[in-house]
């Protein structure tokens, strides 16, 4: 054996043995992609969760309405619902196969700027082989063009069916999503719109990743739902603050969300512990109409789809329903946030000052403990993880001031 | 009603065309296939296995994100490694914990080099004094260990480092040598103790 090949080997070895292979990051990166309302975006569910789930509930199924509910965070979303303006379809596809699956589309909203979908599976797995169960829903316009998913927003979550006996080797569960699409691209008139929303269907077992996920197939529904026309408006006003000119290029108001065209040369990122260095500045906005304050300092959230380098114009999006609001607009940028990534172990520290009980892990790092998960602890953890995470942001302070007319419907 | 009843993996092209249209199974396919040895990667190179796991998240997160920057003519692999390399190299460069900067790489071959015919790797591939080639990893600046990963990790060439690291072949050969010979420098005391 050459010098080289020891070397390769002791390198592997060495590594190996530093890092066993039963590592994953797929969780964290999957996490980090989702930053913003992550919980309320769960296109899966653990089955070890779901079996959690079942001590919990006895009822054994986790209502998708309650989970529509919960959403607090976005208030265009729980608007658009609770004006009765989302469809209500429940329907189910018998999907069959080694899991038995039941697909069911349960509601659809679509208008200008989003779409959202609720979907549900069940099926069952056996006890000793617990997989995480994905769904993949496409949204598909009659003229084949498929909407892009939003990656913020929406709602979801899962849950697990009966079992519990250890005589019983298949054990029945049930995941659920409510996955955003971005609308943008709809152009009709029409107000009701068909629409084909295709599911595909995938899984990992759990004990035994390294397979990856494994496609099961896919099952379709068809359908015909209210389309929530919006409204456009084109400010193209330019302001300009310090060294920073921002142009409000267009608005666009629908029931569940608006959409803020804002066009600017980004400023340099900051230097520090940045995990991702092409996360863009972030706009926090407030609105006065008819001199009443509307929002108060709200983040807009920047699709992954929405940023066109050649005219450095970003669409943002407001998950608030502001089409009830018409007159005088005066639309603020107050300042413009860049979210630093705080060291571990000072994350860590403020945590433990705040109270909230955390686990070293090896090799670095740290979790939460799981055992903790009282309402309190969880109150405490959200303040002190925005405590943190505000103290480790940088700022452009504004404010950048757009007026204009909302015209009455 | 469609429901075929196929299983099927992905493979790294598909995986892209998912993450294309945002569709978060590909990037799932492409950390189950290649977060191993890209965090081993970082590891080698940031000595720090916190910090390599940050970087090949961030890694991760930069294919989901720029993933039109991608040439789909190349290999996937090489794009990947190339992200998580130059990243742990920059981020090292933020740390002030590296133990020798560049210009202690260049140590004149002729004071440090031991016999020749004294070959440190027997004595490494025994495993009997890991914690020393920690030492010695760890006695390497950040550039030498992204050349030794690259090299003796992911057997790369060369060429391929050189086209990785964006810089001249020549450096390249002369930093895997350097490198090289500090191991070598960094194993002696284990050389003459066997000789002896």
Known sequence: MSDDQRFTQWLQDYEAERMPDDMNLWNAIESQIRPVRRTTVLPRVGWLVAVLMIIMTTAGVYALDQIINNQAGD?????????????ELYITNEFGGEFDLDVTLQTVYVDSNRAFVAISAAGVAPANAPINLYMNPHVILPNGDELPFLTFGGGGGGGGGGGGDEEITLVPFEVSMVPNFDASIIETTDAILPLVIKVELAYVNILDAEQGMIFLGETQFEVEVPFNQGVTLTPNQSVTVGNNELRLQKVVIAPSLTRLEMCYGEPAHPEGNVVDSSMPWQPVVSLSVNGEVVLDGVSVYLSQLDYNPETQCYDYNVTEALDSYTGDWSLSVDYLGYQLIPPTDELQAAFDAAGVSTIALPGGGFMIDPEVSDETSMVKFQEASLAIYQQWQEKIEGAWTFTFTVPEA | MIAQSKEARLD?????????RKDMRGLAHLVATYQHQAWRTADVITRDIG????????????????????????PFKAWFIKIVVNDAIKAMSRHATISLDDDQDKIPLGEIL??????PFLIVSDAEDREIIEKALDALSTNLRAVIV???FLDYSEDEISALLDEPRSTIKGRLYTARNRLRLALRPLVEEREA
């Open chain 1, 75 to 87: 208030k265009g979303m729980n608007a658009v619902t609770e004006q009765g303006k989302v469809a």
């Open chain 2, 150 to 152: 690259l090299k003796y």
């Open chain 2, 114 to 119: 031991p016999d020749d015919d004294a070959d």
């Open chain 2, 12 to 20: 790294d092209k598909q995986a892209i065309a998912h993450i294309k």
């Open chain 2, 51 to 74: 910090l390599a796991k940050d970087i090949v998240q961030g890694a991760f997160i930069k294919v989901f994100q720029r993933i039109d920057q991608y040439d789909t003519s190349r």
